[in-house]
């Protein structure tokens, strides 16, 4: 937490994979504690993106900051979250959710306790012991994003979550993650192909054009804070819908020109 | 509780009547075929002839189930680091796993004899035949069982700055328990006769298997069944026990929950003993 500049800076970013284009001089500022979606078509460099600020690839030309640092290719700054869980079958709700701790310096009882007041906190108390296989997905969700914060680290990069969950079970976690985005000091960054989901979750969401990935448009988010479940049948939401499908369906027009 | 009880009886009278089915049809066989003593005594009369020259099969027992364990665990050893330097090496893998599969590739009896006169009528031989038999699929399973560790899992324990040594101890070395356990349940299965073929050809102390030996050179079939029902025992017990350390060793694949319990939030630094109730 030091200055009042841009959490995340992604500076003229370009990633080439054996000479196919991914991301073409991309530029994105996120705020303190923004919660930015981006949305756009596969292959649009969407998953390229994430690994670049999490450091896991190094881009061909450009930089990312985190509080105005230059981590362009490290790792270790920031939380990481997939659609596929990654829970490990052999460690319990609270040992996956330690997981960082043990990877880097040893989880204490200290990081034990914490994590099961964090699960306890968010509706996981009764299965703190519980192995990831006797979980619904939803619960194994909640397991990786609680593994997640328990890194500490302030920035959240949260790839398509909730994608392979049912409709239902999606909108619960959703609201589930509202409340917690709304408790927590975290700068969120959402990859996601669900208009409704990128609409209710965040303050700006970012359309990407199809290959190379391309920010076609940069749209606020205004509605009021905190939301729930009348947000997504509210007039303002129904426009700010209409206009990112447009955008998103007008893609391949655009790209073929 | 009760119901594992009558689960666990339900087992053992089922294993009661597996072994009568066996005693069973060799019986028959003995009835229908009309065989002699000689050529074929019954069960009773096998099982009779272990009670009967107890004195003389034990030490010979020892002896075998010796070399059999030292074999097994040597070959377990052997076979579980080669997996693990296969899997963190390509390059080692490749130059490696051709000569694996000679290795198997090869009667092991017809390299025995030359084997014995190489290493000597010893010990030594007899735990190397073993454990040529032991560490093959020892290796095999614990390579899959690496290679099938999710490769988004280790990005996010890259991501989450993780070192490589806790890495490898927290991911990668309890993934291979599972397909460890599979492979030593295989070997277990082929110790014991890779131990009697030992003793075939490296005879210098003896065991059940060359007691089997110098049995049938003097056409005593009760002897060879006494020693052939004990050498099932040894590896009926060492499979088994195998597979039971298998099972508590991955206690995730059965259960839903840790045994041991984590104590409610809030609590946890205080008491140490305060006790959740078993769901």
């Known amino acids: ?257 | 509780m009760s119901a594992l009880l009558r689960k666990t009886a339900v087992r053992l009278v089922m294993a009661a009547l597996a072994v009568g089915l066996i005693f069973g049809v060799w019986n028959l066989v003995i009835f229908a075929f009309d065989l002699k003593a000689y050529a074929l005594p019954t069960p009773q009369d096998s099982v009779a002839t272990i009670y009967d020259r107890w004195s003389t099969y034990q030490p010979l027992m020892l002896q075998t189930i010796k070399e059999t364990v030292y074999g097994f665990l040597i070959g377990a050893a052997i076979g579980f680091f080669l997996g693990v330097a296969m899997s963190a090496s390509k390059i080692v893998q490749r130059l490696i796993y051709p000569s694996l599969i000679t290795s198997q590739a090869v009667p092991v009896v017809a390299v025995a004899a030359p084997l014995a006169i190489l290493l000597g009528f010893g010990l030594v031989t007899k735990l190397v035949i073993v454990a040529w038999w032991v560490f093959f699929p020892v290796v095999v399973n614990v390579l899959d069982g690496l290679a099938r560790v999710d490769r988004d899992l280790l990005n996010l324990a890259r991501v989450m700055g993780a070192k490589r040594t806790r890495t490898f101890l927290a991911i990668q070395l309890p993934a291979t328990l599972s397909p460890l356990f599979s492979g030593l349940k295989i070997g277990a299965t082929y110790a014991v006769t890779a131990a009697v073929i030992g003793e075939w050809v490296a005879s210098l102390q003896y065991g059940l298997g060359t007691y089997l030996n110098t049995a049938a050179a003097s056409l005593d079939t009760r002897g060879v069944l006494g020693a052939t029902i004990l050498l099932t025992m040894i590896g009926i017990t060492l499979f088994l026990i195998v597979a039971a350390m298998g099972i508590v060793a991955t206690p995730w694949e059965r259960r839903s929950t840790a045994r041991r319990r984590t104590r409610p939030a809030g609590e946890m630094l205080v008491g140490h003993s305060v006790e959740t109730p078993q769901t």
Do not use: C
């Not at chain 1, 030091?2 to 500076?11: E, L, R």
């Not at chain 1, 997939?82 to 460690?91: E, H, S, T, V």
């Not at chain 1, 299965?127 to 680290?153: C, E, I, N, W």
């Not at chain 1, 960054?189 to 979750?201: G, K, N, Q, R, Y």
């Open chain 1, 1 to 257: 937490m030091n200055g009042s500049g841009p959490k995340v800076v992604v500076d003229d970013v370009t990633v080439r994979f054996d000479g196919v284009l991914a991301l073409d001089e991309l530029s994105l500022e996120i705020g303190r504690s923004e919660f930015v979606s981006i949305v756009g078509p596969s292959g649009s460099g969407k998953s390229t993106l994430f690994n670049v600020v999490s450091g896991l690839q190094r881009p061909s030309s450009g930089r990312v900051l985190i509080d105005g640092q230059d981590v362009t290719g490290e790792t270790g700054h920031v939380g990481y979250m997939l659609q596929k869980d990654l829970l490990i079958p052999w460690r319990t709700v609270v040992g996956n959710i330690v997981l960082g701790a043990a990877l880097t310096r040893g989880a204490r009882s200290r990081d034990r306790a914490e994590a099961a007041a964090l699960a306890s906190r968010y509706g996981l108390g009764e299965f703190l012991d519980h192995y990831p296989h006797a979980l619904s997905g939803g619960m194994r969700q909640r397991v990786a994003l609680m593994r997640t914060l328990a890194l500490k680290t302030d920035v959240l990069l949260l790839d398509e979550p909730f994608g392979a969950l049912d409709s239902q079970t999606r909108l619960d976690m959703q609201l589930w993650l509202l409340s917690v985005y709304e408790d927590l000091e975290v700068t969120i960054l959402f990859v996601t192909h669900d208009v409704d989901e990128a609409i209710l979750l965040s303050d700006r969401v970012v359309v990407l054009s199809a290959r190379p990935g391309r920010i076609m448009a940069d749209l606020p988010i205004t509605l009021p804070r905190p939301r729930g479940l009348d947000v997504l049948t509210s007039p303002p939401f129904m426009d700010l819908k209409r206009e990112v499908l447009g955008l998103l369906h007008e893609t391949p027009v655009a790209a073929s020109r």
